[in-house]
């Protein structure tokens, strides 16, 4: 959630369409994008995007999602609170939960932890990582989780919580989303086995990310989600600029090169599944 200058505009030329692909992971309320949010979204729909899923990090961005996302069918918001924003659970603990009572959201987070810049302590991220989890269980929904430098201990609590509740979504829906999983092919198959579905952001895309290309590669495209986490984590070809959801088309473009397969076929697939995770149709209307 680094802070980025000089990323207003898109480079051009734009991404190649890619219908059907959605980004399972954004953050469109992020003020880089106050003054061309409409031509945003509107260069996400004419590269082929199904949905967008709007993500909050505390609760000014959660209900920002939620007003996002009721602009356009095609769009979907998560409420959370950030690791990074952990320490303000006991101001926003009430609000959040009366927000996610409304009904208005498909997965609570992105939550985890962050141990990378502690920008609240582990305490404070441990008590607001476990509280959510209890919020999606409470309302049936899925979990988005963040995990920065924190693999094994972010493993440890989503294990046993896991144990805990099962397949509580039902026997073939997930049970949440590795958000930008950074990890190794040997801990994304733990986390599959958790009931996870592994998400592939844009850095797949850097030379020399052996480790990513090797996920994306390997992991199997029914457990697969694509994401760009827009404002952050650029495609290769934009990489240094602000991110926005149209790239997502490009992430999913390299992982199909990487398994020698067709763009349309990993845009299918990571459609279906976060479809599934999150409970929502692919064939959503168009809002006017």
């Given at each position: 959630?680094?802070?980025h200058?000089?990323?207003?505009?898109?480079?051009?030329?734009?991404?190649?369409p890619?219908?059907?692909?959605?980004?399972?992971?954004?953050?469109?309320?992020?003020?880089?994008f106050t003054?061309?949010h409409?031509?945003?979204?509107?260069?996400a729909w004419a590269t082929?995007l199904?949905a967008i899923?709007?993500?909050?990090?505390?609760?000014?961005t959660?209900?920002a999602?939620r007003d996002?996302?009721?602009?356009?069918?095609?769009?979907?918001?998560?409420a959370?609170?950030?690791?990074?924003s952990?320490s303000d659970?006991?101001?926003?603990?009430d609000?959040?939960?009366?927000a996610v009572?409304?009904?208005?959201?498909?997965?609570?987070g992105?939550?985890g932890?962050?141990?990378?810049?502690?920008?609240?302590?582990?305490?404070?991220?441990?008590a607001?990582?476990?509280?959510?989890?209890?919020l999606a269980r409470?309302?049936?929904l899925p979990?988005?989780?963040?995990?920065?430098d924190?693999?094994?201990?972010c493993?440890?609590?989503?294990?046993?919580w896991a144990?805990?509740v099962?397949?509580?979504?039902?026997?073939?829906?997930e049970?949440?989303?590795?958000?930008?999983?950074a990890?190794?092919?040997e801990?994304?198959?733990?986390?599959m086995d958790?009931?996870?579905?592994?998400s592939v952001?844009?850095?797949?895309?850097f030379?020399g990310?052996?480790?990513?290309?090797?996920?994306?590669?390997?992991?199997?495209?029914?457990?697969m989600?694509?994401?760009?986490?827009?404002?952050?984590?650029?495609?290769?070809?934009?990489?240094?600029?602000?991110?926005?959801?149209?790239y997502v088309?490009?992430?999913a473009r390299?992982?199909?090169?990487?398994?020698g397969?067709?763009?349309?076929?990993?845009a299918?697939?990571t459609?279906?599944?976060?479809?599934?995770l999150?409970?929502?149709?692919?064939?959503?209307?168009?809002t006017s």
């Amino acid at each position: 959630m680094s802070k980025h200058k000089n990323r207003k505009k898109p480079l051009a030329p734009p991404p190649e369409p890619l219908p059907g692909v959605v980004d399972a992971h954004s953050h469109t309320w992020d003020s880089q994008f106050t003054d061309d949010h409409e031509e945003v979204l509107a260069r996400a729909w004419a590269t082929g995007l199904a949905a967008i899923v709007q993500v909050g990090c505390d609760l000014r961005t959660t209900l920002a999602s939620r007003d996002i996302a009721a602009t356009d069918a095609r769009m979907y918001a998560a409420a959370g609170l950030h690791p990074h924003s952990a320490s303000d659970l006991p101001a926003e603990r009430d609000a959040i939960e009366a927000a996610v009572a409304g009904g208005d959201y498909v997965a609570i987070g992105e939550t985890g932890l962050d141990f990378y810049r502690n920008l609240s302590s582990p305490e404070d991220q441990y008590a607001a990582l476990l509280w959510q989890l209890d919020l999606a269980r409470r309302h049936d929904l899925p979990v988005i989780i963040h995990s920065r430098d924190a693999d094994e201990d972010c493993f440890e609590v989503l294990k046993e919580w896991a144990g805990r509740v099962g397949r509580y979504l039902g026997p073939d829906r997930e049970i949440g989303m590795m958000h930008c999983f950074a990890g190794d092919l040997e801990l994304a198959g733990r986390y599959m086995d958790l009931g996870f579905l592994i998400s592939v952001p844009g850095p797949v895309t850097f030379p020399g990310n052996d480790r990513g290309q090797e996920v994306a590669r390997s992991v199997p495209l029914d457990r697969m989600l694509v994401e760009t986490d827009c404002p952050y984590l650029t495609p290769q070809p934009w990489r240094g600029r602000r991110n926005e959801p149209a790239y997502v088309a490009e992430t999913a473009r390299f992982v199909a090169g990487l398994r020698g397969i067709d763009a349309t076929d990993v845009a299918r697939q990571t459609a279906e599944n976060a479809a599934r995770l999150f409970g929502f149709s692919l064939d959503a209307p168009e809002t006017s």
